[in-house]
């Protein structure tokens, strides 16, 4: 499956951005889908992710109450909406597709999209 992330820009702290993932290949109904993000000499690490069907959603402790992750198989897409951005969520952030995805460490074996800088001024 490849990924296209899209959506990130500069916004001022407080605001909002929605990030997209849009998948084309395998059916994506078939994969979980996760977004991850980095930061300039930091590990990759886990923000949000949602399960084949839609349920199984987890968040990383640091954006939850503030990101919200969904997916429209129809449209081959998931999405992150990211509202109450800090200066601390700039990063680049990655789409990530598998058949499961764990919160934590990324994996190697995910497909992974090309990511998205985001940038949060304050």
């Known amino acids: 499956v490849q990924l296209q992330a899209s959506g990130g820009g500069l916004v001022q702290a407080g605001g909002s951005l929605r990030l997209s993932c849009a998948a084309s290949?395998?059916?994506?109904?078939?994969?979980?889908t996760g977004w991850f993000r980095q930061t300039p000499g930091k590990a990759r690490e886990f923000v949000a992710a949602?399960?084949?069907?839609?349920?199984?959603?987890a968040y990383a402790d640091s954006v939850k109450g503030r990101f919200t992750i969904s997916r429209d198989t129809a449209k081959n897409t998931a999405y992150l909406q990211m509202n109450s951005l800090k200066p601390e969520d700039t990063a680049v952030y990655y789409c990530?597709?598998?058949?499961?995805?764990?919160?934590?460490?990324?994996?190697?074996?995910?497909?992974w999209g090309q990511g998205t800088q985001v940038t949060v001024s304050s």
């Open positions: 949602i399960g084949r069907s839609g349920g199984g959603i």
């Open positions: 290949g395998r059916t994506f109904s078939s994969y979980a």
């Open positions: 990530a597709a598998s058949p499961t995805i764990e919160v934590g460490r990324p994996k190697s074996s995910y497909y």
